[in-house]
């Protein structure tokens, strides 16, 4: 997770560079994330995907167009509480929450790393086909939901691992 | 009652004219094209006119918003380019002899933000590559949806507006925060499925006004009526009709002008004749009244565009086209100024404008319900309001079309009334369901009119009903029943009986309903009855609350000012339809797994309580094991020699299903709606037992976990090996109870010789027959006569069967776009020889793999 000071930095040389090096750059640092994407998923898969749109977002301006005039507040969590992080979208900016926030407007409750991991990006699956194995239960806004998928997989088409 | 002056009823010597040819051969080329014109030019409206910041939209907003979408939107004459299998794009010449279309697309998915667009989100970037039925869209137009529309909806589309006020409501009630068990159950997609979120549809539209007195008379019409009226809503509701009939009229006159500049540029003499016509017919109507065959069929065409522009294309019907245009074919066809073969060849036109578009279904839809066209049914045949023979040469036409054409929509549905109908009528309704091995549906008069008057119906009213979405009888123009509001998994009643308020699928530590008592304490079969009573009717105390809210929110935030000036009785009450302007209002609910949860009664009653064959517990222990080390008891479940089966005149069977069907549709009709109608049962499955079988575990007929359910009233398959029996069995139910209409599957195998045919009319005959009084006799059937090889060989090569043509549980498929677990159903169901009546060997298909 990027802290401010490096996000400013991050976000100065984001604006000197083209979306494309922007893009090679996210790859360059989101590698544990494009194995997580492409191959065995732990349960780090969360922290690795948060953080890496995080850093596409600070990277990239075409990504970036994803949050600009966006609000959302994204809870994730495990049913024993075992993982829990949390997302949000103000600004333009995305922060992402180590722990819990009290006001959602979606909340993702998962049964593991892999079951999150299908619930986003699973190929020829959508949202709905996690809950109906009752690996995951939205609540709140399930357009929140939605628009979190596509920036998701938009992330993973940027990385190339679509 | 007319005449048929046909001297051949299946009009052999007519084919497919090339153009109608070329036509057709375009549309099983192309794939379906995401269209934005319509999101992109409401999101527009919406947001300039603060639609976002209402806390209620009127029916003047939602007016003048459908004005304006249909005055922008490009007035396409013919297309020129689609997309073909790969996505590759291909140029083609587009000759209809209709201008206009659903989308801008060929043939386009119509995307509507208000409803569940918004669930094609995440997969925009895939959905053109997706294994089930993939759709074509543009980086351009996935970028105008991510960024410029879709978000804009994202607390304004139905089902966040309903969940919102759920929550407001709890809160006050109970106090607690984000609390919408109702809306939780839904989206645990066990127990039952609701339709409002995704449509304000399922009805039929009449068009008879439009098309004899044209729209101008109507809007004329709306404007004496607001002057006259000193109630505010009415004179709104007034206004509301003026604007989007002229917004319906401006968009046929500019098809009329881009026809005409096309004719000015067009060298081509024949061309731009052609053109000239659309142009000064688009100019004429729906404005005015029509006056020939051809102008009424495109008064029909351009308010059917314009309907679907307001609401989603799910079951909305077309009515009876034949009573409806006779009186402009008969008078066409006597003057010569058109032939049968331009009759045919205008049908076909229609026929193909009318699939022009298909419903935007997420890649999980696809999987459980997939394969769906948008159900647009039409009706023909039957009878009259009087009670007479309403079959005419326009019916034999409209079946012709159906025959050459060979379309999953229009959906074409067949009314029969033994006794008034001729029985050449008949033999011709089967001969076109051998031709095309799958339709039209054969509805009987009798029973359904015995059904809808049972609802309070008149006589007149209910002899005039049209086929909705599937297989729903309403009285045609006049019946707002939203007939699919609410799907209902019986099995999930079953199953909450079972588990004392529990779900397994949901997890046996929860309690998801009420306690109505361990079954292993039950000392009677009747003990367990009562309890399924009462999970009964709290299943359908929460679908009828969900379904009632979401319509209070479709009621501020939706009004179909389009629809209702389509419709009897708005424009006397001066009321929106889904305010209940129309003259009869009822909502639907269809129910799913009725012979597997029957079955499982009589299994329960036989085995459990008259027998002691097995305890309770030990059949409950056989569920949960999905009959693993308790194989000899589920074969002797299966058994139908051992335990009752529906549809073999077994008494105790056949009892147990009526006494479901009385239950339920006591269950329902208890309930007012938000219109302040009643509710109505149906069973009829679409592709829901195929669904909800994947979801659901063993139970107690022998069924084991996560196999299809049985299709609409249809008996299980394997397990009546007697096709007359079965059709007593079903034929025996109480019609009275099935008033939101049923559908009955059969599967014959294609024989050589005219017997088959002689055999086929007998089967319908004997199903129909009242026996004298003693019953309603069947309401509905529908076919597939399809080889077992043959629907096996296209699992396997499906574009070498990409025509092929299915009936799934009410509505027709091409059985490449079902999901495996479908494909699986359709192949599986009882296969009779109708020369020996009896059924061939049952084995069950391996689940077919799904495509990558």
């Known amino acids: ?162 | 009652m007319p005449e048929i002056t046909l001297t051949d009823v299946s009009l052999k010597e007519y084919g497919l004219t090339p153009r109608v040819s070329a036509l057709r051969d375009v549309y099983f080329r192309v794939m379906p094209e995401i269209c934005v014109e319509r999101p992109r030019l409401v999101t527009s409206f919406s947001v300039d006119n603060n639609f976002f910041d209402k806390e209620r939209i009127s029916i003047l907003d939602k007016a003048r918003l459908y004005r304006y979408v249909l005055e922008t939107r490009d007035p396409i004459v013919h297309h020129s380019r689609g997309y073909e299998k790969g996505m590759k794009p291909f140029e083609f010449k587009d000759a209809s002899l209709f201008a206009g279309s659903t989308t801008s697309k060929f043939k386009g998915v119509i995307m509507y933000p208000e409803f569940l667009a918004l669930t094609l989100w995440p997969e925009l970037w895939t959905i053109s590559r997706r294994a089930s039925n993939p759709f074509h869209i543009t980086d351009k137009e996935v970028d105008e949806l991510n960024f410029k529309i879709f978000p804009h909806w994202m607390e304004h589309n139905i089902t966040e507006l309903a969940r919102k006020r759920c929550y407001e409501e709890n809160l006050k009630k109970c106090g607690i925060e984000k609390h919408c068990p109702e809306m939780k159950l839904l989206e645990r997609l066990v127990f039952f499925l609701a339709s409002k979120p995704n449509c304000i549809s399922h009805t039929i539209p009449d068009f008879s006004r439009a098309i004899s007195h044209g729209l101008r008379a109507v809007i004329n019409e709306a404007n004496d009526k607001r002057g006259q009226t000193t109630d505010q809503s009415a004179k709104e509701f007034y206004a509301a009709i003026c604007e989007v009939l002229q917004g319906i009229i401006t968009y046929s006159k500019n098809l009329a002008t881009k026809a005409q500049e096309m004719a000015d540029s067009e060298a081509d003499p024949a061309v731009k004749n052609e053109l000239l016509d659309i142009a000064a017919i688009n100019r004429k109507v729906p404005e005015l009244p029509a006056e020939t065959f051809r102008e009424g069929l495109t008064t029909i065409w351009i308010c059917w565009t314009a309907i679907h522009l307001e609401n989603p294309n799910v079951g909305l019907s077309l009515g009876r086209l034949d009573q409806v245009l006779y009186e402009l074919y008969r008078r066409d066809i006597d003057a010569g100024n058109i032939e049968l073969q331009d009759a045919i060849e205008l049908l076909c036109c229609l026929w193909l404008k009318i699939g022009d578009h298909v419903p935007s279904i997420p890649d999980t839809g696809e999987q459980l319900f997939g394969g769906t066209g948008s159900n647009q049914a039409i009706t023909i045949g039957g009878v009259d309001k009087n009670g007479n023979d309403a079959v005419n040469d326009l019916t034999y036409c409209m079946l012709k079309a159906t025959e050459l054409m060979k379309l999953r929509d229009p959906n074409p549905n067949a009314r029969y009334h033994p006794g008034v109908n001729s029985p050449d009528y008949l033999r011709r309704l089967c001969a076109v369901n051998i031709d095309t091995g799958a339709i039209p549906a054969i509805h009987n008069d009798r029973a359904v009119i015995k059904a809808l008057t049972s609802k309070g119906e008149t006589v007149e009213q209910a002899r005039d009903y049209g086929v909705i979405g599937c297989v729903e009888p309403g009285s045609n123009g006049r019946f707002y029943g939203h007939s699919a509001a609410i799907l209902l998994n019986l099995t999930s009643v079953l199953e909450l009986t079972l588990y004392n308020g529990r779900h397994r699928h949901t997890g046996k530590d929860v309690l998801i309903s009420k306690e109505t008592g361990d079954p292993t304490t039950f000392n009677s079969f009747d003990d367990f009855k009562r309890a399924l009573e009462e999970q009964l009717h709290w299943l359908v105390d929460q679908s009828t609350i969900l379904n009632n809210m979401l319509g209070r929110v479709h009621q501020d935030f939706y009004p179909t000012p389009i629809l209702s000036a389509f419709f009897e009785g708005p424009m006397d009450k001066g009321k929106d339809l889904i305010q209940g302007g129309a003259i009869i209002n009822s909502s639907g609910a269809t129910v799913i797994g009725l012979a597997d949860v029957a079955d499982s009664l009589s299994a329960i009653q036989r085995v459990v309580f008259e027998e002691n064959a097995v305890s309770f517990a030990e059949l409950l222990d056989a569920l949960d094991k999905n009959f693993e080390g308790h194989e000899i008891l589920q074969q002797r479940l299966m058994n139908p020699e051992k335990t009752p089966k529906y549809g073999n005149e077994d008494p105790v069977a056949d009892a147990n299903v009526a006494w479901i069907i009385e239950a339920v549709d006591k269950a329902f009709a208890e309930k007012e709606n938000y219109r302040g109608g009643r509710y109505r049962v149906g069973y009829w499955t679409m592709t829901n037992h195929a669904g909800f079988g994947r979801l659901m575990e063993a139970l107690p007929n022998g069924r084991k976990a996560h196999e299809n359910f049985t299709s609409g009233i249809t008996p299980v398959s394997g397990v009546t090996p007697y096709l007359s029996q079965a059709l007593n069995s079903v034929a025996k139910q109480p019609a009275e109870c099935l008033s939101s209409g049923v559908a009955l599957n059969l599967k014959y195998i294609p024989e050589q010789g005219a017997s088959m045919l002689q055999n086929f009319v007998a089967s319908v005959e004997g199903y129909f027959d009242d026996a004298g009084g003693e019953r309603d006799g069947g309401m509905e059937i529908q076919f597939n006569i399809t080889t077992h090889d043959t629907l096996v060989e296209a699992v396997t090569d499906p574009e070498k069967h990409r025509e092929l043509l299915v009936r799934v549980s009410g509505y027709t498929a091409y059985f490449k776009d079902l999901n495996p677990q479908m494909q699986k159903e359709i192949i599986d169901r009882t296969e009779y020889l109708l020369s020996t009546g009896k059924m061939v060997h049952y084995d069950p298909f391996p689940l077919p793999e799904r495509k990558s």
């Not at chain 1, 492409?38 to 301006?61: H, I, N, P, R, Y």
């Not at chain 1, 809950?131 to 357009?143: K, P, R, S």
């Open chain 1, 1 to 162: 997770m990027a802290s401010r000071l490096k996000r400013t930095v991050l976000g100065f040389i984001a604006a000197l560079l083209s979306d494309r090096v922007g893009l090679f750059l996210a790859k360059i640092r989101s590698k544990r994330l494009r194995d997580e994407l492409s191959d065995q998923v732990t349960d780090k898969f969360l922290e690795l995907l948060l953080s890496g749109m995080d850093l596409a977002f600070c990277l990239s301006k075409g990504y970036r167009k994803n949050i600009r005039n966006f609000e959302g507040r994204y809870l994730f969590r495990t049913a024993d509480d075992r993982i829990v992080a949390a997302a949000t979208f103000k600004g333009g900016d995305m922060k992402v929450h180590g722990g819990t926030i009290d006001e959602w407007d979606a909340r993702v409750t998962f049964k593991d790393g892999a079951a999150l991991r299908a619930f986003i990006f699973s190929r020829d699956h959508d949202i709905l086909n996690s809950i109906l194995a009752n690996d995951v239960e939205i609540d709140g806004n399930f357009n929140y939901i939605y628009k979190f998928g596509f920036m998701a997989r938009d992330l993973a088409r940027r990385l190339g691992v679509a």
